[in-house]
């Protein structure tokens, strides 16, 4: 080996050396994924969920893990954000387990069923009572790996163009109402129509529906229902504190470096609060604008909630005796419930009774 | 220059370079702090948020950035974990604000006051409706910066050697509480004791105190209150939801890489998270433990949360007639839960009525 020669290779060599440290930090390499959200930029509280995830990822890695986030129909449709993930069209999807009850009914239990949790016990039975473990294995049947990314708290029952004063009210309704929620209503005699966002209103105003539900005050009063629907109901009982989900490509989770999950983690858990937070801020002024415009705010008739609440458990039963998931993740959830409601109901609701009786004080 | 000294020099050449690839990647420095925890490790639920916290940050970083978690004592005493901050002999500390009101009463506010926000209104309030700008402009005379890092949800009222049936009950009641509360319960008669964990049990034995409040029900199950002091009350109108927060030294917040903010934030609303479902999680079998083995659950009459909440509205004019940072916050509080109630009533609060009643259907 002649010395220039000899020189050449260990000059090599320490260009392989310092080739090879952004080698050893491969733990830190630049991805770009998209993101396929449910939900249009209109809905500033919950579509912003994926963005705030999104800008969290960035900041949390110096820009090297990008999200890109893209408005429902974008790339695929809304309902189909899920599908997208499970064949790998995005990375993942930002969007509402229960829109996918039409695969198996026990995609609802993982977001909202009639009767369920409330936002801060779906937290509890998610993150620290094995619900995201159970809700993970099953999901693996779609190539997902499930993460919380946002709550809306509870919602509300949805506008109606006639006062509802009992049971027999319900009779015949066409609601715009869907999944599990509408079956649970089609047992009480209300026909449960599907609608997109859009469609609803001139619906409403037509009279070819008699009520529909969305979400509560906020994203509500965007959609006008108001001026053609003037009972406005509570509670959404379908809905108590329905958790968002971020769903990855299970096969593009498993690829992520450490950080890289860590990263998606807190990050989505980090936007799990901030759109409940968001939520939370933005009601209260909603409710009031709403109220002040005329808007007849209203509880269901204690025998509507329950006979939902009677109808509910008949279909769990029913869905139960042929679906091994689903009997699984609605028992869970409804040993985790009675016990959550036992503690509740003491010190919480207490509190919370006190405050509302006493708030301008 | 000779062949080998050439080769040692290239070869140090090459090693510079190889050095030098960490310092481009500057932005992930290798630091290590230490976090003084104000609580013992004995309370595996509110000591836990800190290492949540830490363990989720050094997932963030790859390992790179660690904080190591010391309990109460360790470092300094639970109550000074504050002061370790404002003076740099800690990175960073886990506590709760309200321990410093002997310094301002201002601090009480980010955490908990009588009568304040529940747990879900204070993550509103702190994120998303200027809380936390608020409050760190304040903490900024103690060199401090401050991230929400966990919540116990509504506490209980504490425990009690006789039943209280009225506010005449209360005149002249020696009990364990300290702070704000302990000057509103100070103008219904009681006389309020300070007195660490370790010593409440002994105090209540013998009768030098009447009654104790601590946490709730998985919290002061360890501590065997229930042996000495029967009647166990609620709720905590006190701490409807006090956030736990983390306090970082300001001067060391502002030298971090950006990504280290961030994963702080993160992290910190992560554990924020995790703390108040572990609480979920475990007060209901501690509930139903207690009450199996003969505590007495009792409300608090309403007469006693009439007095209380008159008493706290004049403590809170008495403090803001003299400090202007009091004013601010106290007046931001409680426009801000005025409003949070008017819609809370609605679909949160008949929800989980209507839940309790049928929980066990």
């Given at each position: ?16 050396t ?19 959200s449910?939900?249009p930029?209109?809905l ?31 790339i ?23 829109y ?88 009480l ?87 409940a937070?968001?939520?939370d ?7 009031k604008?709403?109220?002040?415009a ?7 008739p ?19 005796a042929?679906n091994?998931?689903f009997?699984?993740a ?7 419930r009675?016990d ?22």
């Amino acid at each position: 080996m002649k010395r220039r020669q000899f020189i050449q290779t260990a000059a090599a060599g320490a260009a392989a050396t310092a080739v090879a440290m952004p080698a050893v930090a491969q733990s830190n390499p630049e991805i770009k994924w998209r993101l396929a959200s449910s939900f249009p930029k209109s809905l500033d509280t919950i579509y912003a969920g994926a963005e705030i995830m999104a800008k969290m990822v960035s900041e949390l890695t110096d820009g090297k893990f990008q999200i890109q986030v893209f408005a429902a129909g974008e790339i695929v449709p809304a309902l189909q954000a899920l599908d997208a993930v499970t064949n790998n069209t995005v990375e993942m999807c930002h969007t509402v387990s229960y829109y996918y009850v039409g695969k198996d009914p026990t995609f609802a239990i993982a977001a909202s069923v009639p009767f369920g949790l409330n936002a801060r016990m779906q937290n509890a039975w998610l993150f620290q009572n094995g619900g995201n473990e159970l809700f993970n294995e099953f999901y693996k049947k779609f190539n997902a790996y499930g993460l919380p990314c946002g709550n809306t708290g509870a919602q509300m029952g949805g506008w109606f163009r006639k006062e509802i004063k009992s049971v027999a009210d319900m009779q015949g309704l066409k609601m715009r109402i869907g999944g599990i929620a509408g079956s649970v209503l089609q047992k009480l005699g209300v026909v449960p129509q599907q609608l997109g966002g859009g469609d609803i209103y001139p619906a409403l105003e037509k009279g070819t529906i008699d009520g529909a539900e969305w979400v509560g005050p906020y994203d509500d009063e965007k959609l006008g229902f108001a001026k053609v629907a003037p009972y406005y109901y509570y509670p959404g009982f379908w809905e108590g504190g329905p958790t968002v989900h971020a769903f990855v490509s299970l096969d593009k989770w498993n690829a992520l470096p450490k950080s890289y999950q860590a990263a998606l983690t807190a990050a989505c858990t980090y936007a799990n609060t901030q759109m409940a937070a968001k939520y939370d801020v933005v009601n209260p002024p909603a409710l009031k604008r709403l109220v002040a415009a005329g808007t007849q705010l209203r509880p269901f008739p204690q025998d509507v909630m329950e006979a939902s609440l009677k109808a509910s458990n008949e279909l769990y039963a029913e869905i139960s005796a042929k679906n091994p998931d689903f009997k699984k993740a609605i028992e869970a959830m409804a040993a985790f419930r009675s016990d959550q409601y036992l503690w509740w109901q003491v010190a919480e609701l207490s509190f919370d009774v006190f405050q509302v009786r006493t708030r301008t004080r």
